[in-house]
């Protein structure tokens, strides 16, 4: 039984390429999850502070449906690739005909943090998508109607690559509601 016990011991010559394989095995895992955090920590900090700048015309817009604080900017906090973002109005109509909600968008503007702008402000994004719940229902002189607008960024690889590239630190964006007669 002795002689068995010691047969299966063998020489610490023997496990050199197993303690070697091992070594490379673990020097390689911690290579690789090095290199995965540094990569995530830039992907993670892409959250990316905007404003949004409220234009109104034939309605007014409200932070509360009792329509004592305007709104004129918003503060979409920070958001990240892949998110999105509500913002509950509250919309007042000031025209004296029955009208529809037009909702656009414009100025997309992109800035690094030394607040240069990244390139010439398109007039759309490819990457965020501004839409709102308002379902094209007449709107009546006088009448306070809540939407909600929701700001969707996307998160292809595209959109990290442009944000790392240009280092995009913060954006801004032209909110404009308007109205339409009805007829």
């Known amino acids: ?15 050199r390429k197993t303690v070697l394989l091992i070594a490379i095995t673990v020097a390689a895992t911690l290579i690789v999850s090095s290199l995965m955090s540094i990569w ?3 992907v993670l900090d892409l959250a990316i502070p905007s404003i949004g700048h409220v234009t109104t015309r034939g309605v007014e817009a409200y932070w509360d449906q009792n329509l004592t604080n ?3 900017i918003y503060d979409w906090g920070s958001i990240w690739p892949g998110a999105s973002k509500n913002l509950t109005l509250y919309l007042r109509s000031i025209s004296n ?6 909702l656009t968008s414009e100025n997309w503007t992109f800035r690094k943090s030394n ?6 402000p398109p007039q759309t994004t490819p990457y965020m998508n501004l839409t709102w719940n308002y379902n094209n229902t007449i709107v009546q002189p006088g009448e306070v109607l809540q939407v909600t607008l929701t ?3 996307d998160r292809s690889s595209d959109f990290i690559e442009f944000l790392i590239a240009n280092e995009v630190r913060s954006f801004s964006v032209d909110i404009i509601i308007s109205t339409t007669e009805y007829s």
């Open 1 to 15: 039984m002795k002689d068995r016990f010691r047969a299966s011991l063998k020489s610490p010559r023997s496990y």
């Open 40 to 42: 995530l920590s830039r």
């Open 70 to 72: 305007k709104t004129e």
């Open 97 to 102: 005909v029955e009208t529809t909600l037009n």
């Open 115 to 120: 607040n240069d702008t990244v390139a010439e």
């Open 151 to 153: 700001l969707s960024v």
